[in-house]
């Protein structure tokens, strides 16, 4: 059991609009603790894919970003893009400064 | 190159002990927060432990408190995790990751290594 939660999956066809939700509680993402995302492409570890909520690092394209509000948290991707299927994770803090992640979520690419 | 390796993984059995090794390069080590995270098969990401900079604060996820041991080595550009008393549930890729903090999250991550726990 996650502390935060994702849905289990998402799917989309080429072109489309998705998004994923984080849903966290006021003890992490409503105590203010920022939101970040991670992409793991299948076989490969996880990359960095949104930092501090809404940022990109560099080389992530502009059809990924974030979003947060209260207790939960967005990550939405448009244009989708064959090469996008993956698993998407959303990361925050608890009061304690432990990191905790979301269950993850499969993204498919109709 | 920025780089993160890990080592160290393998089989052992229930109650054993394993150590963990990940070597970075191409940063200044001894400036960056480490943490170590692991993934069961199939399974999601786990946050297992956190180091800061100079090895003065630790967390651990309370899956593992008591049993295992972060460590680092900044003059070897080196962060360990000791694992002890091990369980079969801890089967699992370890990944160790550069930890830039609240605001930025863990933006260099190795390609893990595999411990297997079992009889």
């Known amino acids: 059991q996650s502390v935060l939660t994702q849905p289990p999956s998402v799917s989309g066809a080429p072109g489309q609009r998705v998004t994923i939700s984080c849903t966290g509680s006021s003890s992490n993402i409503g105590a203010g603790y920022d939101v970040h995302w ?25 059809r990924f970003s974030g ?16 090469e996008d299927e993956a698993d998407y994770y959303c990361q925050s803090y608890d009061s304690s400064l432990s990191r905790v992640f979301g269950g993850g979520t499969k993204l498919t690419v109709l | 190159q920025v780089q993160l390796v890990e080592s160290g993984g393998g089989l052992v059995k229930p109650g054993g002990s394993l150590r963990l ?11 960056y927060y480490m943490s170590w995270i692991r993934q069961a098969p199939g399974k999601g990401l786990e946050w297992v432990s956190y180091i800061s900079s100079s090895g003065s604060t630790i967390y651990y996820a309370d899956s593992v408190k008591g049993r295992f041991t972060i460590s680092r ?16 549930e801890d089967t699992a890729v370890y990944y160790c990751a550069r930890d830039t903090g609240l605001q930025y999250g863990m933006d260099v ?5 595999t411990v297997t726990v079992s009889s």
Not at chain 1, 67 to 82: H, M
């Open chain 1, 38 to 62: 991670y992409q793991q492409l299948p076989g490969t570890a996880p990359k960095l894919l949104i930092y501090g909520n809404s940022n990109r690092p560099s080389g992530v394209p502009d």
């Open chain 1, 67 to 82: 979003s947060k509000s209260g207790t939960s948290a967005s990550l939405a991707i448009t244009g989708l893009q064959a």
């Open chain 2, 21 to 31: 090794s990940c070597a970075a390069s191409g940063f200044t080590f001894s400036d």
């Open chain 2, 73 to 88: 080595d900044n003059a070897k550009n080196s962060l360990y995790l000791q694992m002890n008393s091990l369980r079969a």
């Open chain 2, 109 to 113: 991550w190795g390609q893990g290594t």
